[in-house]
């Protein structure tokens, strides 16, 4: 059994089933890719896997560590070695990075306010923080800025990289993480986690594009379509799909690797209200 | 007809209290308001005719004037109920015993000192500030800037004091502002000469004394040409009181070229109705800058105001409120254009929780020939449940044509979109709200002197502990 194991796992997003049965498994020190088509449902994958309460899991278990990943909150996740490097992250106005990656480091370590010995140190922060803002190119002006407030596209796939590694999971979903980068920035951000790779960290990279795996090589493809996975293999399946696109499955043309041609649409917004 | 006060004054009394003037000390207080009462306040004061008068007319004013029909209910207000003359040495003797256990424990969770929480608890007066406050006064001095009491201001700096008192918010200006002439008692005087800029904080906590905590306090701050100065009133901490009404006035004088910013931070207990007038005048170039936080009170109605009075005034509000169970914030500002070429904004933050009401209560007031006037409003809202509510009544009134006006109101909910994404780091529930709180209104709290800011961060904590969004 893989470390991180997903069974037949069945999701509803506004009464309408989206998984339909993904059964997968990942195991620390590999490299998967997870494909699919616009709307295939890889981004429910991700949401779903890390909590977010908009997507409803109608059946199916996760298994990782012992536990059943489902019952529990995404901070409890968070907590246990679970990433995810959002699509589209969220802007939090008046919460700067420096205090939000400090209060998510503290709050790994176990330190709820009471016992000052499991806070993070000044120096022990500038420490962590050092060597990945330099492999991702951000300077020191980008901590005292609100969380992905004003950030151009790339500078927050790089901030959800540099939050990665500082947090450094165990098991680290990556969606579209490519999307919206220029080939410089998919350069820095395929650096730093090539540089995270090793036996403790396993990744699931989502994409629609076989771009990023130019840059990070999987050990494992599998192909989701319609709620589905279709087909699992190794890295010469993205390669194939990189030739024929997914027109075995969808009417889509083959433009897999040119990268931005067709930006996923933004999903529904669960529970997020602004009246003016 | 004089009525001559009991006299009680303890062995102790000019050890402990020295500080203060000894025909200032014990007052046996009656309940409601007469004639008589403001006679005795004032002869106990020893003051001079020309104020016995005034409070006497104010008396009369109050009496005739109806109670505000809009704004927060407040026909449960008991005039005839209330003490309006208690003297420090009364409430000093209060017990610790007698402070409720919640406030204690905030105190505790707050890490207030020993000797603090007795002193916000309206139990004792706080001796080591009375030695800050010395050294202070002498620095201050030294530049001819005066800061007092504005009790003790008025028996030092009659000529001064009479120039000014009044004359920004005269007692026919609503009914609690004639109460508050009647029988005020405390507050601060501050006079800062020309040129002069004071580099620190002026804090009321400094000048610490028995009157500080007076429900009718009564502020007078002249800025004279081209001076500066930041005075900060009230503290995080809740301040815990019998007394039912707090009415207190603020008035405020920056002459040209000066600029004066009033920091308060108010955490009244929650059975406090807190009705305070809050007004400056600003000349040529002035600057005047409100920054208020309301957390504290059953119900505050406060809505400080500036009068640009000369071309190129400036004035800003920048306020913030939090409304928990049984509260109700009905907060703003005001921007009085009397000139051309003068600009203001009121930025207005409110939070409610657990059915709290917040309300944003604004004017902009253009008057005729003041063109070219720039004024912006922005008032955002944040409710924390389904149960809680936020209102807000932006009023314009403008009788010239060249003028820029902009408004713009929000209303939102902590969004689920921001708390998945800092629980998906690992940051557990309520943490993640208080983060996004402490964000909201983190355009206010960036404004503060640190400690304040820090305070105010933990404060934030405390009251959001148990709420579940």
Request: proline fraction near 4%.
């Amino acid at each position: 059994m893989a470390d991180f194991e997903i069974k037949d796992l069945h999701v509803t997003v506004e009464g309408r089933e989206i998984l339909k049965g993904v059964s997968l498994g990942l195991s620390r020190g590999e490299v998967h890719a997870v494909m699919g088509p616009n709307g295939s449902g890889k981004s429910t994958l991700s949401n779903t896997l890390m909590g977010h309460p908009g997507y409803e899991v109608t059946s199916g278990a996760v298994l990782y560590k012992g536990h059943d990943l489902l019952a529990m909150q995404p901070d409890e996740r968070a907590r246990l070695g679970v990433y995810l490097a959002f699509q589209y992250p969220t802007v939090v106005p008046g919460v700067t990075m420096a205090n939000f990656l400090r209060t998510a480091l503290n709050a790994k370590r176990g330190y709820d306010g009471k016992d000052k010995s499991k806070a993070i140190t000044p120096r022990e922060f500038r420490a962590l923080l050092k060597e990945p803002m330099q492999v991702l190119r951000m300077d020191d002006t980008f901590l005292s800025r609100y969380i992905n407030d004003g950030f151009s596209g790339g500078e927050k796939k790089r901030a959800e990289i540099l939050q990665m590694a500082v947090l450094k999971p165990e098991i680290a979903m990556l969606d579209e993480t490519d999307s919206g980068l220029d080939i410089d920035s998919i350069k820095f951000v395929s650096e730093s986690i090539n540089s995270m790779r090793g036996p403790d960290l396993g990744v699931l990279i989502i994409t629609h594009y076989t771009r990023i795996l130019q840059f990070i090589k999987p050990d494992f493809v599998h192909v989701l379509v319609d709620g589905l996975v279709v087909r699992s293999g190794g890295a010469d399946v993205a390669d194939e799909l990189e030739r024929t696109g997914y027109s075995e499955w969808v009417d889509e043309p083959a433009v897999i690797g040119a990268g931005e041609s067709g930006v996923p649409a933004k999903p529904a917004s669960w529970g997020a209200e602004e009246v003016s | 007809m004089a009525v001559v006060p009991q006299i009680n004054v303890g062995d102790d009394y000019r050890e402990k209290y020295g500080f203060f003037d000894p025909e200032k000390y014990v007052f046996k207080a009656k309940r409601g308001l007469s004639e008589e009462i403001v006679k005795e306040i004032s002869w106990m004061k020893s003051e001079p005719d020309w104020m016995t008068q005034m409070r006497l007319r104010s008396l009369r004013i109050f009496e005739k004037k109806t109670m505000p029909t809009w704004g927060a209910d407040l026909s449960v207000v008991a005039f005839a109920n209330i003490f309006y003359y208690l003297k420090a040495s009364e409430t000093q003797g209060k017990s610790w015993d007698e402070v409720p256990d919640d406030i204690k424990r905030t105190f505790d969770r707050l890490g207030v000192p020993e000797a603090e929480r007795k002193f916000l608890a309206g139990v004792a007066a706080q001796y080591e500030s009375e030695v800050v406050y010395h050294s202070l006064h002498e620095e201050l001095e030294k530049k001819g800037v005066i800061f007092l009491d504005t009790d003790t201001g008025l028996r030092e700096h009659p000529e001064i004091f009479r120039e000014y008192f009044g004359t920004i918010i005269p007692p026919a200006d609503n009914k609690f502002a004639a109460l508050n002439t009647a029988v005020w008692s405390g507050g601060s005087f501050i006079y800062v000469p020309k040129g002069v800029k004071v580099d620190i904080p002026l804090q009321a906590y400094f000048r610490i004394n028995a009157e500080n905590m007076g429900q009718f306090e009564r502020t007078l701050i002249i800025c004279d040409e081209g001076s500066f100065v930041h005075y900060i009133e009230g503290c995080t901490a809740p301040i815990y009181t019998t007394d039912s009404l707090h009415s207190a006035v603020v008035e405020i004088i920056v002459k040209r070229g000066a600029r004066c910013r009033y920091t308060t931070i108010q955490n009244w207990s929650t059975n406090v109705y807190n009705l305070v007038t809050k007004r400056a005048a600003a000349y040529a170039g002035a600057t005047m800058e409100w920054v208020d936080g309301n957390l504290g009170s059953q119900i505050t109605m406060k809505y400080p105001s500036v009068y640009l009075m000369e071309p190129g005034a400036k004035g800003d509000v920048l306020s913030v409120a939090f409304a928990g169970k049984g509260q109700h914030q009905d907060a703003g500002g005001k921007m009085v254009h009397v000139a051309p070429n003068t600009t203001s904004t009121i930025t207005s933050k409110s939070i409610s929780k657990a059915g709290g009401r917040t309300s944003y209560r604004g004017l902009i007031k253009v008057h005729p020939g003041a063109h070219n006037v720039k004024s912006f409003v922005k008032c955002d809202a944040l409710l924390l449940d389904d149960e809680s509510i936020s209102d807000t009544y932006p009023y314009i009134e403008c009788d010239e044509n060249d003028v820029n006006l902009g408004h713009e109101a929000t209303v939102s909910k902590v969004s689920d979109e921001q708390l998945f994404y800092l629980m998906s780091r690992g940051i557990p529930q309520a943490e993640a709200e208080t983060m996004i709180v402490n964000g909201f209104i983190e355009p206010f709290t960036k404004e503060l002197p640190l400690e304040y800011a820090v305070e105010l961060n933990r404060l934030i904590q405390l009251e959001m502990e148990g709420s579940v969004g």
